[in-house]
C-alpha cells in the first residue's frame, strides 16, 4: 500500500518568514494530493490540493509544488502569520481508485509574533 | 449545510463497557472512514467504507468493529473497550466529482470525539 513521510514534523519560523513542509509517497498510482491544516481542538481541513497533471499550484500566501519523478510534494506558506500556527498534514490518494486517502505523521507549524 | 456529524463529542468510560460512536453525512458520499489521531502518530485510518455493506480494515482495525447499513451513516463500534484506545477520533466522507463543482477526492472530517477509557 502507499506509504507518505512527512518532514519535519515541528517547524518553529519567525511571523513575516516563509515555511516548507515536505512528503514523499511510495505509490506511482497515487494522483492526488491534499494538504489540510487542523488547528488546535478543530478538526483538519482542506487547505489546498494538487492533482499528478499539475506540477505548482498557488492561493494567494500558500502553494503546493509536486513532482511526480521523484514522488515527493510540498507545501510552501509565504509572510507566515501567527494565525497560520496548526498542525498540517499531507497526503496522498488515487482517484478513479480506492479514494482512501493515507496521510503523513503531520508538522506542528510554530509562528512566533 | 454539507455537514459530517459525530457523536458524542466526548465520552469518557471504563474498561470494557461496550460503546458506539455514531456518524452521519448529509452530502450522499459513498466513501467514508475513521481516524484515531494520537500524539506523534498524526492520523491512523482505523476502517474505510467504499460503499453500503462494503467495509474494509484500515491500518489500526484491531479493537474496532464498523458497519454501513445506510449510505449516510458509518458507526464506530468498541465492543470491549481499553485504556489503549484513549485518543481522538474523527469519522471523514469523500466526495467523489458528480460534474456539478464538488471537487473529486475530497475529505471532509467530522468534529472529533475525544475518548477516554479508564
Known amino acids: 500500500g502507499e506509504n507518505v513521510e512527512q518532514h519535519p514534523s515541528t517547524l518553529s519560523v519567525q511571523e513575516g518568514d516563509s515555511a516548507v513542509i515536505k512528503c514523499t509517497y511510495s505509490?506511482?498510482?497515487?494522483?492526488?494530493f491534499p494538504w489540510y491544516k487542523q488547528e488546535l481542538g478543530k478538526r483538519p481541513q482542506l487547505i489546498i490540493d494538487?492533482?499528478?497533471?499539475?506540477g505548482e499550484k498557488k492561493d494567494q500566501r500558500i502553494a503546493v509544488t509536486l513532482n511526480k519523478t521523484a514522488k515527493h510534494f510540498s507545501l510552501h506558506i509565504t509572510e507566515t502569520q501567527p494565525e497560520d500556527s496548526a498542525v498540517y498534514f499531507c497526503a496522498a490518494s488515487t482517484a478513479g481508485g480506492s479514494y482512501i486517502p493515507t496521510f503523513g505523521r503531520g508538522t506542528s507549524l510554530i509562528v512566533h509574533p | 449545510e454539507a455537514q459530517v456529524t459525530q457523536n458524542p463529542r466526548y465520552l469518557i468510560t471504563v474498561t470494557g463497557k461496550k460503546l458506539t460512536v455514531t456518524c452521519s453525512q448529509n452530502?450522499?458520499?459513498?466513501?467514508m472512514s475513521w481516524y484515531r489521531q494520537d500524539p506523534g502518530l498524526g492520523l491512523r485510518q482505523i476502517y474505510y467504507s467504499m460503499n453500503v455493506e462494503v467495509t474494509d480494515k484500515g491500518d489500526v482495525p484491531e479493537g474496532y468493529k464498523v458497519s454501513r447499513k445506510e449510505k449516510r451513516n458509518f458507526p464506530l463500534i468498541l465492543e470491549s473497550p481499553s485504556p489503549n484506545q484513549t485518543s481522538l477520533y474523527f469519522c471523514?466522507?469523500?466526495?467523489?466529482?458528480?460534474?456539478?463543482?464538488?471537487?473529486?477526492?475530497?475529505?471532509?472530517f467530522g468534529p472529533g470525539t475525544r475518548l477516554t477509557v479508564l
Open positions: 471523514a466522507s469523500i466526495s467523489r466529482s458528480t460534474g456539478t463543482g464538488i471537487k473529486d477526492n475530497e475529505q471532509f
Open positions: 494538487i492533482r499528478s497533471n499539475v
Open positions: 452530502m450522499n458520499h459513498e466513501y
Open positions: 505509490d506511482s498510482a497515487s494522483n492526488y
